[in-house]
């Protein structure tokens, strides 16, 4: 297991070539330290990116540390200002693993919502 994001740099790199990137997980770097770190050193090494969320209330660390995205302790605007430094234009996809256990659909709209606020699609306005 690669713990630090020089040591994941490191990785890559000694393949030596263009075409092994890293599928970056937000969610499963939160166990342990900050995605925005590892963006900023990791830059265009990334290929591919999973949002997660993570919370890192309580002292659980099973699947149910996993959350709906918004509803952890990740730094959302800290994240995608990162993405922003290293240019990042690759995919960003959704990955949950608990759904709603009444009315699963609404993860769909809840996560929609969430990427427009992620993606500057949709801001808060107070009335």
């Known amino acids: 297991f690669l713990m630090t994001p020089q040591e994941m740099a490191d ?6 070539s263009d075409h092994v990137k890293v599928h970056f997980d937000t969610g499963n770097i939160m166990m ?17 990116v999973h949002l997660k969320e ?5 002292t ?17 605007p800290a994240v995608m200002q990162a993405f922003t430094e290293v240019d990042y234009r690759g995919y ?9 256990e009444h009315y699963p ?7 929609s919502d969430s990427l427009d606020r992620l993606l500057g699609r949709k801001t808060y306005v107070p009335s």
């Open 11 to 16: 990785f890559v790199d000694g393949f030596g």
């Open 32 to 48: 342990y330290q900050y995605p925005e770190h590892w963006i900023r050193i990791l830059g265009s090494r990334i290929q591919n």
């Open 54 to 58: 993570f919370t890192k209330k309580g």
């Open 60 to 76: 659980d660390t099973s699947l149910e540390s996993f959350r709906p995205l918004l509803d952890g302790t990740t730094n959302w």
């Open 92 to 100: 960003l996809t959704f990955e949950y693993f608990h759904p709603y």
């Open 105 to 111: 659909e609404a993860l769909v709209f809840q996560t």
